[in-house]
């Protein structure tokens, strides 16, 4: 295997972009990367494995949907640095819960390609909002309240941060139950946009916390203070 995973022109970059196509119809379905290790996984496995550059890790495709790829066939290009991928697709490819991620018409912006399956069932609310938010990224500020807090910027993303943390402490200190639970929401929301106007996806917030639970909470605290 390490022959085949070195016919690749490593030298350019770590980061192996893979396009990836329908077996049946050729339709493109979506473009990734892989590393080494991805790459290693998926010629084993015969399943797509990528690295995902928000997540900053490697993910199995359908890892949480069950919307996975088997992977048919690897070809490389002329210049060993791009990998076209023939794949079978379970289900849909892309997040939005669209068969393909090519479903936007660049000059007219417009959506040629119905939704098939629920975002929120294939990943879950907090993952479905964080995708929401980045794709309020290039909305019209003023028609969505997400894409005008991120045009305002920094200080007032963060100015909304500390209010809303602010509006839950209240709510606790009153010991209201439903209150409580609307602030967090809102809380939760416009963290969320915070970490999307970072690029930081809620999946590395999940592994910290994966790594902290493996720890005594002392002894992480420890650890952050040497």
Not at 74 to 85: A, E, G, K, R
Not at 107 to 136: K, P
Not at 152 to 178: H, M, P, Q, R, W
Request: charged share 30%.
């Amino acid at each position: 295997m390490q022959e085949i995973v070195n016919r690749v022109d490593w030298q350019k970059s770590d980061l192996l972009p893979v396009i990836v196509q329908d077996i049946e119809n050729n339709e493109v379905l979506m473009m990734a990367y892989m590393n080494k290790e991805a790459l290693e996984l998926s010629l084993s496995t015969k399943i797509a494995h990528y690295f995902s550059r928000s997540k900053q890790r490697i993910w199995k495709k359908g890892e949480s949907s069950g919307h996975i790829q088997k992977i048919h066939s690897f070809n490389i290009d002329c210049d060993s640095d791009t990998l076209l991928v023939k794949v079978t697709q379970e289900g849909v490819a892309c997040h939005t819960g669209r068969r393909s991620c090519f479903f936007t018409e660049l000059e007219s912006g417009e959506v040629n390609s119905e939704v098939q399956v629920s975002s929120e069932t294939l990943y879950g609310v907090i993952d479905t909002l964080y995708h929401t938010i980045q794709e309020r990224k290039s909305a019209d500020p003023e028609s969505s309240w997400t894409a005008k807090l991120l045009t305002k910027g920094e200080n007032t993303i963060l100015k909304k941060v500390v209010e809303e943390a602010g509006e839950f402490s209240f709510a606790y200190k009153d010991d209201d139950e439903s209150e409580m639970i609307y602030e967090a929401a809102d809380l939760t929301y416009h963290m969320l946009v915070a970490l999307a106007a970072k690029n930081i996806s809620p999946d590395r917030i999940k592994q910290e916390l994966a790594r902290r639970f493996k720890m005594s909470g002392i002894s992480e605290k420890n650890s952050r203070n040497k």
